[in-house]
């Protein structure tokens, strides 16, 4: 089997042990330095040109190549590459991939294992993982002209980023939050306990209150901060999937019934709007 790892960077040690004992080429677009793989083809990336430029270049060299496999990171820029060659190729997309042979398993939703046949080239989008260790290939540069595309300006967002993962404390919010200004409640509790707000989906997805740095679960991000204080929210297996390994679960949620309950080191059964604002306050 031959593998082609699409890659920005040098963390390919996930995609690297998905290829297992294929033959590796990494397409490493711009100048991270590259190792484990078999060979390496570099497509430099002039300053201000954007990743993505190269994608239909890209896609050529690897439909030329009568590859097996194609594992791109799961990046904004991997994945707009993978659709790239998925078309050209005219190859189905797969995400989850666990192990990759003459069948492909994957894990959907953190829930299933699914076993797909594997009938011609299929491109998997993946996470990197962390720089590969291994040989240093022969590399090859290649100079391509990409669509025309140039940054112009950066400058700061002026909203902050939000890094739940380094997070050591996070209230997660749901829907038992009615309007996009009862958050400030949230966010004066989170602002008391030195605490990142994360979001559950339909406030991610639903009312687009929250951006995906704040989606918290199997599909947003799997956390494990020492506190979680979940609000409003009623505890769905897609929701506690991502959340379940915190050190301490704080409940608070007015239907006693509600699942999240049951994976509560505390609980309080109440109304959010009332319980936070005395929290907050005690605690300030
Ligand atoms: C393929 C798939 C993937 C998914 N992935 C994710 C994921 O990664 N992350 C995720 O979060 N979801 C995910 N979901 C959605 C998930 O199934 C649930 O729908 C979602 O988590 C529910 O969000 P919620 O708890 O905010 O809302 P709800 O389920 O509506 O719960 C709201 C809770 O708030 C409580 N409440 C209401 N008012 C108050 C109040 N005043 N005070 C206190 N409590 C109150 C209610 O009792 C209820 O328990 C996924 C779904 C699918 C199908």
């Known amino acids: 089997m031959t593998a082609w790892i699409i890659t920005t960077s040098s963390n390919i040690s996930h995609l690297l042990s998905l290829a297992g ?12 330095p590259i190792a484990g793989v078999h060979r390496a083809l570099r497509f430099p990336l002039e300053p201000g040109v954007p990743a993505e430029s190269l994608a239909g270049v890209v896609a050529q060299r690897v439909a030329a190549s009568g590859t097996d ?14 659709g790239a060659i998925a078309a050209t190729l005219g190859a189905p997309v797969v995400t989850g991939a666990t ?43 290649v100079t391509a002209q990409g669509y025309a595309a140039r940054v112009a300006a ?11 993962k380094a997070a050591k404390r996070i209230v997660g919010v749901g829907r038992g939050f009615e309007n996009i200004e009862d958050l400030a409640i949230a966010r004066d509790f989170a602002h008391a306990i030195d605490a990142q707000i994360g979001a559950t989906r339909p406030l991610v997805d639903g009312t ?6 704040q989606y918290l679960g199997i599909s947003g991000h799997v956390v494990a901060p020492d506190v979680y204080v979940a609000a409003g929210v009623s505890g769905q297996i897609q929701h506690t999937a991502g959340i ?8 608070i949620n ?20 009332e319980i936070l604002p005395a929290l907050a306050k005690e605690l300030q």
């Open 99 to 141: 192990a990759v042979g003459e069948e492909i398993t994957r894990i959907r939703y953190g829930l299933v294992e699914e076993r797909i046949a594997r009938t011609g080239v299929v491109v998997l989008v993946a996470d990197g993982g962390e720089p590969a260790e291994g040989a240093v290939p022969e590399e090859e540069t």
């Open 154 to 164: 950066t400058n700061a967002a002026a909203k902050e980023s939000v890094d739940l």
């Open 21 to 32: 004992d294929a033959e590796t080429t990494a397409i490493v677009i711009g100048d991270a």
């Open 69 to 82: 496999v194609v594992l791109a990171e799961n990046t904004a820029v991997g994945r707009v590459i993978a």
């Open 244 to 251: 379940a390994e915190s050190g301490t679960i704080i409940v």
């Open 208 to 213: 687009h209150w929250f951006g995906r740095d």
């Open 254 to 273: 007015d239907d006693e019934l509600s699942p999240i309950f049951e994976l509560a080191d505390y609980g309080i059964v109440g109304d959010l709007y």
